[in-house]
Nanobody, 117 residues
């Protein structure tokens, strides 16, 4: 079955950086566009970023544009999200998913990012 395991979260001060990873298995990762989605406490899901299957085309929510970079290593079946200049409003659980996937059961548990001084 599809399995996505997020890692790399933690607590960081405003202005700091984190690099999230998503290890994928159970499907042909290299043929799928992928996304990062986040959920802040008490809030709904917010799309953050997407990347095409080959990694050459990316898109970002306005709230993170210029600060976050999505990338992938298809040889390692891994998706990444480099987060720089972090703000308190970036605090959320971050999930990776197949692009436009509504199969929430396959998203894994997510990884917690907390930005606080």
């Amino acid at each position: 079955e599809v399995q996505l395991v997020e890692s790399g979260g933690g607590m960081v001060q405003p202005g700091g950086s984190l690099r999230l990873s998503c290890a994928a298995s159970g499907f042909t990762f290299s043929t799928y566009a992928m996304s990062w989605v986040r959920q802040a406490p008490g809030k709904g899901l917010e799309w953050v970023s997407s990347i095409n299957s080959g990694g050459g085309s990316t898109s970002y929510a306005d709230s993170v544009k210029g600060r976050f970079t999505i990338s992938r290593d298809n040889a390692k079946n891994t998706l990444y999200l480099q987060m720089n200049s972090l703000k308190p409003e970036d605090t959320a659980v971050y999930y990776c998913a197949k692009y436009r996937s509504l199969d929430f059961g396959s998203w894994g548990q997510g990884t917690q990012v907390t930005v606080s001084s």
